[in-house]
Nanobody, 127 residues
């Protein structure tokens, strides 16, 4: 079992930055691909970023590409999401997710590909 706890959310003005953290416990996540998703009020949860188990491969949808950066620190068993140039439409609850994979470069992008989820952290971007 893996437990995921997100932190770092908050209120920020448009154009600002935030860094989210996702701390994993229960077992090492070095063999897990990790991802971030978000869900705005009244909308479906959507994919934001994914990183391979090695950290060498990342993937982003066009909506955040160039503004968000996902990274991981194996020693700390933690994944990060650096968010820059934030927009009001980035307002959502952000969730961290993890899944075991035997493929080093795999970057899962669908919710049903992930087995473990955090409780979420709120990000609010004011205009």
């Amino acid at each position: 079992q893996v437990q995921l706890v997100e932190s770092g959310g908050g209120l920020v003005q448009a154009g600002g930055s935030l860094r989210l953290s996702c701390a994993a416990s229960g077992r090492t996540t070095s063999t897990f691909a990790m991802g971030w998703f978000r869900q705005a009020p009244g909308k479906e949860r959507e994919f934001v970023a994914a990183i391979s188990r090695t950290g060498g491969t990342t993937y982003y949808p066009d909506s955040v590409k160039g503004r968000f950066t996902i990274s991981r620190d194996h020693a700390k068993n933690t994944v990060y999401l650096e968010m820059n140039s934030l927009k009001p439409e980035d307002t959502a609850v952000y969730y961290c997710a993890a899944t075991y994979t035997g493929i080093l470069s795999r970057t899962p992008r669908e919710q049903n590909e992930y087995d473990y989820w955090g409780q979420g952290t709120q990000v609010t971007v004011s205009s």
